[in-house]
């Protein structure tokens, strides 16, 4: 068997279908003070071999999504909805549906579909060497072989940038800088050659050179590898760069979805358009404090029947906004919003449309 680890996923590029589709899920956990809403109603696709970037402030739902792909959320939560993972040759697989122990959700979780965390001293053992762990997951994905794994582990060491990577086996994850465990940690997700790699905010805690440096590596092992990404991050600017399509979440909710030129060229909810206003930009004179979006996020328990961002919106409509949940529609072509602003959303709630969008 060849070590080879640039091996693009079955024919990736030859279909339209999604890779995952994720259709309603709603994800409850019950709590002392009532049901904390972390994802209510999330319908999103990710394509073959393309990034879909998801973007929200802190506690909006992101994070909580992306474990639900991988039934790795706290065990008290309360999952609803399908995700389904497709194949060419067979029926989808519907990951809620499958139990814990399930050897097809352990055989997709790892295999078919990896995750990079935000801060990978979490995620490696550090009592075992990065070697250990990485030849672990090889192990249980690729081969049966110890020596064949070890080469592929020295192999997608080199690929992602760490030098010496022979010497890299043998290191605990605390020998290693915050990029190179990075690296370590992407090396390990790619190692069984995912469909799907998850990246949970995967440069928050590093320096700008490194995160630049990160990025590209992930952008390359994309198109050597032919995999999908879901990109989860609140920095617009490392969206705009990595992702192809962009859903913005809030409370819970995708509140707007197009792609990402699109979403950056015209901005079609008022939640999204305070995000764009409050990143830094060149320009602007010394001292001057940046835009921020009136308010906090609320903590979704016991949400209401109302647009989430009303208590914060600028142009929210009393008696529409407090009283009805906007859904998440097609206002232009390929751009989707759940702004009553927009007559589009208003008919689709079934309700008059004597508004016009600014």
């Not at 909805?81 to 040759?89: E, F, K, N, P, R």
């Not at 192999?155 to 022979?166: C, E, N, R």
């Amino acid at each position: 068997m060849s070590t080879s680890v640039i091996q693009p996923t079955d024919s990736i590029e030859s279909t339209t279908a999604p890779l995952l589709e994720i259709k309603n899920l709603r994800v409850v956990l019950p709590i002392l003070e009532g049901d904390l809403v972390a994802a209510d109603g999330v319908n999103i696709q990710i394509k073959p071999g393309k990034t879909l970037g998801l973007v929200g402030e802190s506690g909006c739902g992101k994070t909580m999504t992306a474990q639900s792909i991988l039934q790795i959320a706290p065990k008290i939560a309360k999952t609803s909805g399908q995700i389904l993972l497709h194949y060419a040759d067979r029926p989808p697989t519907d990951i809620v549906a499958l139990g814990k122990n399930d050897p097809e959700l352990l055989r997709i979780r790892g295999g078919e579909c990896a995750m990079i965390f935000q801060e990978p001293m979490t995620s490696f053992s550090p009592v075992h060497t990065i070697g250990n762990q990485l030849i672990e997951a090889i192990l249980l994905h690729r081969t049966s072989d110890k020596k064949e794994a070890r080469e592929i582990a020295i192999a997608m060491l080199d690929k992602v940038g760490i030098p010496a990577p022979a010497e890299t086996l043998k290191k605990y994850p605390h020998h290693l800088s915050g990029g190179m465990r990075q690296r370590a940690m992407i090396a390990m997700a790619l190692s069984s050659r995912p469909r799907l790699l998850i990246a949970d905010e995967p440069t928050t805690a590093l320096d700008v050179t490194v995160q630049a440096q990160v990025l590209r590596l992930m952008r390359d092992l994309q198109r050597d590898l032919g995999m999908a990404i879901l990109y989860i991050s609140h920095d617009l600017g490392v969206i705009a760069r990595m992702a192809d399509e962009v859903a913005v979440m809030y409370m819970g909710s995708i509140v707007e979805h197009a792609p990402v030129r699109e979403l950056f060229r015209s901005v079609k909810h008022p939640y999204t358009k305070g995000l764009m206003g409050s990143a830094p930009r060149i320009g602007k004179k010394s001292g001057e404090p940046l835009a921020t979006i009136m308010g906090n996020v609320p903590i979704p328990i016991n949400k209401p029947t109302a647009c989430g961002f009303f208590p914060r919106c600028p142009v929210g409509i009393a008696g529409i906004c407090d009283q009805v949940v906007p859904p998440l529609v097609e206002v232009a072509p390929g751009h989707k919003s759940a702004c009553f602003r927009y007559p589009q959303v208003l008919a689709a709630a079934g309700l008059e449309s004597g508004t016009t969008n600014e």
